[in-house]
């Protein structure tokens, strides 16, 4: 069993950072590819970024490309989305996910655990 705690969020303007933190439970959190993901009200849970378990390997959604940077320091059991340059439609609830595998690119519905969500508004 894995519990992740995600925290960061807040209350910024158009192109502003902010760095959202996902901290995991556990002495396996290294091995668990991790992913990020978003849901602004009315619309479906979205895909943001991942990466594999060592670090090495990531991926994005497009809109974010070059704006939002995913890293992770196991020895802390945790995960990071830099998010730089935010845009009004960034404004969402952000989750953080994890499963156990060493695969990068894995479909929403096949993360195991979740976070319960940090809210992130960026005002234009």
């Known amino acids: 069993q894995v519990q992740l705690v995600e925290s960061g969020g807040g209350l910024v303007q158009a192109g502003d950072s902010l760095r959202l933190s996902c901290t995991g439970s556990g002495r396996t959190f290294s091995i668990y590819t991790m992913g990020w993901f978003r849901q602004a009200p009315g619309k479906e849970r979205e895909f943001v970024a991942a990466?594999?378990?060592?670090?090495?390997?990531?991926t994005y959604e497009d809109s974010v490309k070059g704006r939002f940077t995913i890293s992770r320091d196991n020895a802390k059991n945790t995960v990071y989305l830099q998010m730089n340059s935010l845009k009004a439609e960034d404004t969402a609830v952000y989750y953080c996910a994890a499963r156990r595998t060493s695969y990068l690119y894995i479909p929403k519905g096949e993360y195991d655990y979740w976070g319960q969500g940090t809210q992130v508004t960026v005002s234009s």
């Open positions: 990466i594999n378990w060592s670090g090495g390997s990531t």
